[in-house]
């Protein structure tokens, strides 16, 4: 296909979904939240088949499809709850002063859709981070139409649920450009998505190479626009000096089965384990290295994933000073992982950033320090991160507070005695940090603050009741919580 | 002074403002809401000693800089209140269901602020948006340390309102690192400090040339960083056809006051005028021309704001098409305005872009639009503008659906029967819009929202209660509403 082709692709689903945000954008909250339930019907009503499809293209097991589905769901169900309910509308009243000098005009403000999004989706979520994912289901709650790039790696997974979204759509009764699927190959089509004056704002999941490029390209428009990517993280979790010596066999069994889960092909992937050198860490490395000798390989996503894996953990175990503590002892074949554990010390990992980028798969590498002020080091110098995680007592606690507050500034969730991989959908969530784990420290994208980043700030200034968004008028028709005169309220506004 | 100083200057105070944010930005509200409040009584005790230097160098009026000093601690005192108050911290809990397969962990969530701010004051509010300004108190009030480019125009202004922060700071016990003032001259130093990976964003108020090249240095660094920059805007104002018939004279008078207020340098000057031709219009015109007339030159903030607004204007007067309606009659000395009123035709204006760019200060450009349809398109082809204000009756809201929402579209607050100069210190204040009127149209630089640029979220798994910050703490110490299981409330967590 010509780049001719691509360009009329993109553009024709571009213009349609401008046209569609015209009635879509303006539609009460309702009636998106009833969308985005017609898709989950939609999607339950494919069945099995979906899993099927799904398992072939991605190697990933089906029990593990299953929930995934399920929590695809959730998040569409969940989503057109919180839609519905408002409080992400942040509606605001200021209500007149007439007899003030100068007099104060009445002004009121709620969050509107910012237009068509572009959604790339990830290949390690095809369900929950791909076509119907939290990307799409949050932008659709805001109010904006969306145009999906199909993921190549699971390009037939995404043409089925693409086809549930497009029936819900009409069973709806919606104009059709609120969905469009982009099925064709190649970055330019990718990049001319980006570039369309129409798309006003990108949500991405994928590697930091191309989370990079898509934000370039959104910062070369005439009109810049938000792009929210999900890029790189490795997830460092440190083990404090109490806690690790309490029972390092449980701690490394437990971080094992993190490092491992789904072939490492999770965001949160602990990627980094950092501890303070002596006996238990000792044992703790040598427990974590039998576990992941006795790990069996399974088949990754696809082949690239595999190949990629390789060649970035090949990169960092041949870094100075890096010793391997355990590979998977049954070979694995050209599309299975090859668990992997190494290590290096605390003075090594400073001076080399080889070491702090992230390995996609089941690879962790763990960093000995010399003692707590190399630990603080350590964290000091560590890139934005999606998680940390403490593995802690209460008195490790109580003499860490410069270490903890070292942590909590390069991560988006701070983790305590628990493992990153697990990514719960609630409104409290926060999945996202600072550059490079993201292109928006200020936004996540999982719970239904997600449907913040596709919505900005319009303000009403001395605006007839008739013309306002109903969030807004006098009467407070959708029961809202609003903020009047610096109250949260659900009162309607009295005037006397 | 040599490039080698300025990077000097700017790391001294980048690293006492990264070593300031460990403690600052970890102070109880009540402490930052202190350090506000403090500041505004150390400019209060500047007295008119301050007013006079300022006058002197800003030729604005005494009576002009008397009110904006008392918006200017009318912000610092509200966004202190704000602050406190803590509804920005968006306090979110979801609490543990150990009951669940797999368990669900405790997850709380709140904004935390990024780290040290650098901002860029203008020189058309020497008060409420330089030094103490707008961006300096919310990012304090965020708990984000401030490093304050001075504005050359303002110079002393700005030492003396530095002078009385210092003291605040001082008064209050805080790290002296909170805050700094960067006095040297040059593009070149303004770039070091949006490019040290100490500063973690940037406010700005200014030209379009200026907020882009900030915002490009931003996106150059290692780290990017968000940049608030408040750039440009013409503000239309659309007269519908019944409003502008039923008293074109008064609609007419009412924007020649707001065209030529202080001079026109104002932000929200309305620097476009659309309307359909015809006798009402031609009435519109004539009035508006010959109030223009009528004005009295007077004193623009420098001569480079002079030179500046005259050879923007005269590119304005040049294009084919342009009509000069009307000048101020009484000839203006080099550093004074010249009030001019231009018009064009819809279709002239349509297919020229030049005459959509900003004239800072007291011009205005009139449209004629053939008819309706015509101002539709108008609309739609408006780039991004802070405001957009519609001169309409009921019946003409009522045939103007379309045109209502393209004008929504590209505004970020929708002014109905009122002038756009005049931004109300409010917490429904949108002062924000698509670009090119800021580069981020999700954030407001006025009203105690304004908070929310220097802040991320930060969440919290499984985090014991005394590891927790105050405000999502158990017992909800400072009584804030937090949504707890997807409800808001500012009751504690009860635990059975």
Redesign the interface.
């Known amino acids: 296909m010509s780049l001719q082709d691509h360009t009329t692709t993109v553009h024709q689903a571009a213009e349609a979904a401008w046209d569609a945000f015209?009635t879509y954008g303006?539609l009460p909250l309702s009636a998106r939240a009833a969308l985005l339930r017609t898709i989950a019907a939609q999607i339950e009503d494919l069945g099995d088949a979906l899993l099927h499809t799904c398992a072939a293209e991605t190697n990933l097991p089906e029990v593990r499809l299953r929930n995934e589905r399920a929590r695809t769901l959730f998040q569409l169900r969940s989503y057109a709850?919180?839609c519905e309910?408002g409080?992400w509308l942040?509606a605001?009243?200021?209500t007149a002063d007439t007899g003030r000098t100068?007099p104060?005009?009445d002004?009121?403000?709620l969050l509107?859709p910012?237009?068509p999004v572009a959604v790339f989706g990830s290949s390690n979520f095809p369900f929950a981070y791909s076509t119907a994912g939290g990307d799409t289901a949050s932008a659709l709650a805001a109010g904006c139409p969306v145009i999906v790039r199909a993921h190549f790696a699971h390009a037939q997974t995404s043409a089925m649920v693409a086809g549930a979204i497009e029936k819900a759509v009409a069973a709806c009764g919606f104009h059709p450009g609120i969905f469009a699927h982009i099925t064709e190959p190649g970055n330019e089509i990718g990049r001319a998505l980006v570039m369309h004056p129409r798309i006003k704002a990108v949500g991405f999941t994928g590697s930091l190479a191309g989370g990079k490029a898509i934000w370039a390209y959104a910062?070369e428009r005439r009109?810049?626009?938000?792009v929210f990517a999900e890029m790189s993280s490795v997830n460092p979790v440190y083990l404090l000096p109490q806690k690790l010596q309490s029972d390092p066999t449980a701690l490394a069994t437990q971080l094992a089965a993190s490092i491992t889960l789904g072939a490492g092909q999770f965001c949160t992937n602990p990627g980094l384990l950092i501890g303070i050198d002596g006996p238990a860490l000792q044992t703790f490395a040598e427990t974590l290295g039998q576990a992941i000798q006795q790990t069996l390989p399974v088949a990754m996503l696809h082949g690239g994933i595999a190949d990629n894996y390789r060649a970035k953990r090949d990169l960092v175990l041949a870094e100075q000073g890096v010793e391997t503590l355990a590979t998977a002892s049954v070979t694995a074949t050209d599309i299975q992982d090859m668990p992997t554990v190494a290590t290096v010390s605390g003075a090594a990992f400073l001076q080399n950033p080889q070491l702090h980028t992230e390995v996609f798969g089941p690879f962790s590498l763990l960093v000995r320090c010399a003692n707590s002020a190399e630990m603080l080091q350590v964290a000091t110098a560590m890139?934005?991160q999606l998680t940390a995680t403490m593995m802690a007592t209460?008195e490790d606690?109580k003499h860490s507070g410069?270490l903890?507050?070292a942590i909590?500034?390069h991560?988006?969730?701070?983790?305590?005695?628990?493992v990153p991989t697990?990514v719960?959908v609630?409104?409290?969530?926060?999945h996202?940090g600072?550059?490079?784990s993201t292109?928006?420290?200020?936004f996540?994208s999982v719970g239904a603050?997600a449907i913040k980043r596709f919505?900005?700030?319009?303000?009403?200034?001395?605006?007839?009741d008739?013309?306002l968004p109903d969030a807004l008028s006098d009467g407070n028709p959708l029961g809202l919580?609003r903020?009047v005169n610096?109250v949260?309220t659900q009162d309607p506004i009295a005037h006397g």
Not at 455 to 464: D, E, G, I, S, T
Request: hydrophobic share 30%.
């Open positions: 015209a303006r709850d919180a309910q409080d942040e605001r009243i200021d100068p104060k005009p002004i009121r403000k509107v910012l237009g910062n009109e810049p626009i938000p890139e934005g209460e606690i410069a903890t507050a909590q500034n991560c988006g969730r701070f983790i305590v005695n628990g697990g719960e609630c409104l409290s969530m926060h996202g600072p550059w490079p292109t928006d420290s200020r996540t603050d919505a900005r700030p319009l303000c009403f200034q001395n605006c007839p008739r013309l919580w903020t610096n949260l």
